[in-house]
């Protein structure tokens, strides 16, 4: 749209590739709207700001997440949840206020209103911040509220791709022993040796998972796969914290696995605007940096069959300036 005064327009220079985008090309929640452009973790920079915008100006490196829009004036707008608005706006195939179907960060440009458009701190790579705004945020989030930044405590990690492996670099910075449960041995050495978790247990091994029975403080749940929660819950303790980020088609959990330990099962989704801003500036001064295969636009239809197929170390992030050359 042409900027308004309250706005932030930007030259999109990278975007990363997210599991969303191969929900919405695909259609797979019969919502979609076509043509359709996905990519909601976009960075770039301002080549054009409106007349009342005081917090960005041109050159400005930016980034924009999972959604531009929402109501600014309800209870969870006004506690800076803004992901929690009833009348929030997904950053590509939602309706916008003026009916318009949101355009995401697979494109040259973007135009958003200036409290949804995060600053990226001279120095961090571009490349790298896109990823922040989806897979970091949504791990970053539910570790924050349960007050998850306790160094000593421990932190189990389940999953080990783009989220997963972000949650292994915060509880590493937060001074966690961090132990990455995953289904897959061959995943061991890089979890340890390249991301630096204390610890890796094959989720499917009963006597690995019986080690580790009560001792664990949290647990962050990136899988979106079906999968059981009782044999994770069971490794928490007492009072204990096991956060789901992901969307499996179920959750069965015996009452006995929560009530007997007093754990919590608590749920969470991206961020509000404010907590973006701070994880960005923690990633900046943390030297926090996602794992990235850079692409060029070309490859993006082998990319996202790779993600389907959890081939990625730990997220595809597309070139789109030099795409556009």
């Not at 132990?179 to 061991?188: A, D, M, P, Q």
């Not at 608590?266 to 509000?272: F, H």
Request: glycine share 10%.
């Amino acid at each position: 749209r042409t900027v308004r005064h309250d706005d932030v327009s930007l030259r999109i220079t990278h975007c990363g590739v997210c599991y969303a985008d191969v929900i919405w090309t695909k259609n797979r929640h019969n919502d979609s709207v076509y043509p359709l452009v996905p990519g909601h973790e976009i960075a770039g920079v301002v080549t054009e700001v409106g007349s009342d915008v005081k917090g960005f100006k041109l050159g400005d490196h930016v980034a924009v997440g999972t959604y531009v829009n929402s109501c600014r004036d309800c209870d969870n707008c006004n506690s800076f949840l803004e992901n929690h608005c009833s009348k929030f706006v997904f950053t590509f195939n939602g309706v916008d206020t003026d009916g318009t179907v949101t355009k995401g960060g697979y494109s040259s440009h973007i135009v958003v209103h200036e409290r949804y458009c995060y600053k990226i701190p001279d120095g961090y790579p571009l490349e790298k911040a896109a990823p922040l705004v989806c897979a970091g945020i949504t791990v970053y989030t539910p570790m924050m509220r349960h007050n998850m930044k306790q160094p000593g405590k421990s932190l189990g990690v389940v999953g080990l791709g783009g989220l997963g492996h972000m949650a292994v670099k915060f509880g590493k910075a937060f001074g966690l022993k961090v132990t990455v449960l995953s289904t897959s041995e061959s995943k061991r050495d890089e979890a340890i040796s390249l991301l630096g978790a204390d610890n890796f247990v094959v989720s499917s091994d009963i006597r690995q998972m019986e080690s580790l029975k009560n001792s664990l403080d949290f647990i962050v749940d990136t899988a979106s796969g079906d999968h059981p929660f009782d044999p994770y819950l069971a490794l928490l303790k007492v009072g204990g914290i096991m956060a789901l980020v992901g969307f499996p088609g179920e959750i069965r959990v015996h009452p006995a696995t929560l009530n007997l330990g007093a754990r919590t099962l608590s749920g969470s989704v991206t961020g509000g605007t404010k907590d973006t801003q701070e994880m960005i500036n923690f990633c900046t001064a943390n030297k926090i940096y996602p794992d990235i295969e850079l692409i060029k636009i070309d490859y993006i239809n082998e990319a996202l069959e790779r993600l389907v197929n959890r081939d990625v170390r730990y997220r595809f992030v597309i070139d789109i300036e030099s795409s556009l050359k």
